[in-house]
């Protein structure tokens, strides 16, 4: 691997990794993708080498030629500082608080409670039925973007995208949660705002490239 | 309210809060701390005035003058970059990459899924007895705890704190979950690097003023 090499540790449905998909191709970065089947075999993401990158166990994984960064927004901040152009903050303290609070309702209060490894638990220990599971899925995500609705209409810094008229940190968050609202069959319908950022968004190639149906390990058909 | 004056809606034994608390007194920031109670009434966090701060009806948030901020980790960024000194993160990209990660792990993969809101859906929807949901806080805090450790004593800029010799954000983010995890008797002998952090930061007047015991809502005795 080259000194200044990225790969990128993925899984085609995983929302963490999608928005660390999106980041990389705004910053417009080649970069290689090195899929993670997250539940082949009991999950490789379990094993070596990929348990051996990440304690955690969890995707993505990002390699900048010998830097093993972990963690999603931590992984699109360190983007943003080391290739600053086009950026993934603005400019200002005050947009810049608004822009990581907006990405940390999902990536926070959103997405950790209706992961992978969250659903295996109510499975496999608490034998939750799926139908119950499901709902817990789309409670979580619902509770999240009413309150992302509110605070994005009532707000005169949202433009086009969640901050202003290019797009950020927050928005490389929001698409891969309305991803995974589709999955789980959430009603969009009182969602205008959102709707309308996830529209402009994936308007964009950067996004569309990076969707999961677009990945190399997606299934065919998918 | 003055144009700079500073007010933390906080609740004595709320994790997120108690990280803001640790930051402010680090940063020496005079603040007034207006207690929001989690409990009281069916929670005051779900009534006006507290919900027209924060449609997601969590705390803290943080008033700087008239600007509203809301998520832990966010308002602890802009405190960092709106008063520099003494720095919250290290100096450079790959070592801010790190700082956020650890405080990520703790932050987005730990605390939301043991915080109230979840223990009463649990209670209260799912009808899961309490010894349950205790072993569900328990498991996911030393999921998130062996990954920690492991990452904390693997690495060499680990120091007497997360990150080298002077406290940053990750241990903001570390010492309230340890204190969590006290809460739920997890049993913390395998967690020596953690143990470890924790002790160096509570000898410090900043850690400690800001402990849920200390603070102007904690019930008496507690």
Not at 91 to 118: E, F, Y
Not at 136 to 156: K, M, S, Y
Not at 194 to 211: G, K, Q, V, W
Request: proline fraction near 9%; charge should be negative; include cysteine.
């Amino acid at each position: 691997m080259n000194a200044g090499s990225i790969r990128l540790y993925s899984y085609w449905r995983s929302s963490a990794a999608y928005r660390v998909r999106i980041a990389l191709n705004l910053k417009g970065l080649p970069h290689e993708i090195v899929p993670v089947h997250l539940a082949r075999d009991g999950g490789e993401q379990h094993k070596p080498p990929f348990s051996d990158l990440n304690p955690q166990e969890l995707v993505p994984v990002l390699l900048h030629g010998n830097r093993i960064l972990r963690q999603s927004m931590a992984i699109m901040e360190y983007l943003d500082e080391t290739w600053p152009t086009p950026p993934l903050m603005p400019a200002t303290a005050r947009d810049r608080q608004r822009v990581r609070a907006l990405a940390q309702v999902i990536a926070c209060d959103v997405h950790p409670l209706n992961n992978l490894r969250v659903l295996q638990f109510f499975e496999n220990t608490w034998n939750v039925p799926q139908a119950e599971r499901e709902a817990w899925v789309r409670h979580w995500i619902q509770v999240g973007f009413e309150a992302l609705e509110t605070t994005l209409c009532d707000n005169p810094s949202t433009g086009a995208f969640c901050d202003g008229e290019v797009p950020s940190m927050a928005d490389c968050c929001l698409v891969p949660q309305v991803y995974n609202a589709g999955r789980f069959g959430v009603d969009m319908a009182p969602y205008r705002t959102i709707r309308r950022i996830n529209e402009a968004c994936l308007a964009l190639e950067a996004f569309d490239a990076a969707r999961p149906e677009n990945q190399p390990d997606a299934p065919a058909g998918s």
